[in-house]
């Protein structure tokens, strides 16, 4: 990164400069019910700041802005807002890939537990449409319940409804369309760190596809983009459906035009045009994101084994990042009244992992302390989960009795409602809704901290090895650890982009 100019870094200049900020608000070159098209024109330096706008109405036409209705309406997911609306983004440069980043939504979800909850009730609720957050209960016992809510007069402290993340309904009006933001740099976390593109000396133009979230009518498609009130019975023929507003969606596009003189003498645009025409080009170093899915089976087995591999054979890998979608007894996916699907649940008792690279196994013991798996967590990620510890695992609320090992024994969040949905875990309902529902793990394969290099893995993929601790809670099956699971690993490599005389090519 040594040789990236000032102007395409990320990180505050040494001194200051005169400076063009041009906003272009782009309408889509193509748009559908399931993904749209940005070209971005070929001008200045692409601010990673620059940002989609988008909103999301719910598909029943019954629903209208009165009262009565408004509390029927369906809200985004708790912690993952505007984000559930994408499901893949993809930025391309002519027919090269620089970055992409599938399941967005629930990576989105994942990153935004390493900020702090100020931040997260505060300014994400303002322009990410998320209601995040953790507060003591309302009756004073000690016990969680969800920040951000509208607890009205009501002294029982019952939820009404969260504030500020209402769907509107489709009609002719947009006017009750809330809309939300969804930048460049949290589309494309890993990409946008080192490098802003150039993109006044790029022969292509770059294009930013995004392909949107699907959520059917059906009462068990609830929760991919939008999650109704329990007092919504399903009105418009049992329409449960959700969609992005194609009306709602452009892109903020931030150009920046630098008008001082470079280290050269030359004013700083002409200093990265030569050095983009030179014989070598610009050469930079950035990080790109590979998703593997792993489908675990069901099973009544007390201890489950689990090995994987992760497609990553050539590549260098700085981290990988774990999350379980739970599925209930039937097969239908697990659903939480607050986080939809954007979530990932521990098991009663800790079930432990290790990774395979280059033939030796990265830990000498398993990973299965809940407190090793976040300290792997903070230093995968650059610092510590900011979710109560209760939302992480159940360590807390587990028995740890031999006599009654991994039974549900000490609810730690509030037994009131919120949008007509009790907020603690009930063994006899099988529902979990916040308790235990951020248990993320990953792994940090970076070898040395000072020049963020990752390790070069063989011929050989990267084997995963879990051992899932299965129980089996008496009152409803879907309490149980026993259910067939999905594993997301988001693993980030390295790869260089090269830009010469205007060509733009990628390896690694």
């Known amino acids: 990164m040594s040789n990236l100019p000032e102007v395409l870094q990320i990180s505050p200049m040494a001194t200051i400069d005169n400076m063009t900020i041009e906003t272009s608000i782009l309408d889509p070159t193509t748009i559908t ?22 909103g999301c109405v719910a598909l029943d036409k019954t629903l209208t802005t009165d009262a009565t209705s408004l509390a029927k309406k369906p809200f985004y997911p708790y912690k993952t807002g505007i984000g559930a609306c994408i499901e893949r983004a993809t930025l391309r440069c002519g027919s090269v890939v620089l970055a992409q980043t599938e399941q967005f ?9 390493f900020k702090t909850q100020a931040e997260r009730t505060h300014r994400d609720a303002t322009y990410m449409l998320t209601s995040d957050g953790v507060e003591p209960d309302n009756d ?37 369309v809330p809309v939300g933001l969804v930048k460049l740099s949290q589309l494309f976390p890993h990409f946008a760190k080192g490098l802003q593109l150039p993109l006044f000396a790029m022969n292509d133009e770059c294009v930013l596809e995004l392909e949107f979230t699907q959520q059917g009518t059906a009462n068990a498609d609830q929760g991919a983009i939008g999650i109704f009130p329990s007092d919504y019975a399903g009105g418009g023929g049992g329409n449960f459906g959700c969609a992005v507003d194609p009306r709602t969606v452009r892109f903020l596009s931030d150009h920046l035009t630098y008008h001082g003189m470079g280290k050269s003498g030359k004013d700083r645009m002409s200093e990265v045009a030569d050095m983009i025409m030179s014989s070598t080009g610009l050469t930079v170093p950035y990080d790109n994101l590979s998703l593997t899915t792993m489908n675990i089976p069901a099973s009544t087995e007390p201890n489950q084994t689990v090995s994987r591999e992760i497609g990553l054979a050539g590549k260098v890998v700085k981290t990988i990042v774990m999350a379980d979608q739970s599925f209930n007894a039937d097969g239908t996916p697990l659903l939480s009244s607050q986080l939809g ?13 290790n990774l395979r690279v280059n033939d030796r196994l990265l830990y000498n013991r ?42 549900y024994t000490n609810s730690r969040w509030t037994d009131v409602a919120v949008n007509g949905f009790p907020c603690e875990t009930s063994i006899a309902n099988g529902t979990f809704v916040r308790e235990g529902m951020c248990h ?4 940090d394969l970076r070898t040395d901290p000072s020049n963020d290099s990752g390790t070069l893995v063989g011929q050989k993929n990267i084997t995963l090895e879990r051992n899932l601790r299965r129980v089996t809670q008496t009152g409803s099956a879907n309490a149980s650890d026993t259910a067939k699971k999905t594993c997301f690993c988001w693993s980030q490599y390295q790869q260089v982009v090269n830009i010469k005389n205007g060509r733009v090519s990628v390896m690694g």
């Open 341 to 353: 699907l954007y979530h990932s649940k521990a098991t009663w008792l800790p079930s432990s992992y």
């Open 33 to 54: 019910t399931n993904s749209v098209r940005f070209v971005i024109p070929r001008k200045g330096i692409l601010d990673v700041g620059s940002a989609v706008e988008l």
């Open 440 to 443: 993320y793990n990953a792994i």
């Open 366 to 407: 398993a990973v299965e302390r809940e407190s090793y798996q976040q300290n792997q967590l903070a230093q995968a990620m650059g610092t510590d989960i900011c979710v109560a510890n209760s939302e992480y695992s159940f360590d807390q609320s587990v028995s740890k009795d031999t006599t009654t090992l991994g039974a």
């Open 105 to 113: 939504g629930r990576y989105l979800t994942i990153n935004n537990q």
């Open 140 to 176: 004073g016992n000690g016990r969680f319940q969800p920040a951000n809510c509208d607890w009205g007069d009501d002294s029982t402290g019952v939820g009404k409804r969260v504030q500020s993340v209402v769907m509107g309904v489709q009609d002719d009006e947009l006017v009750s």
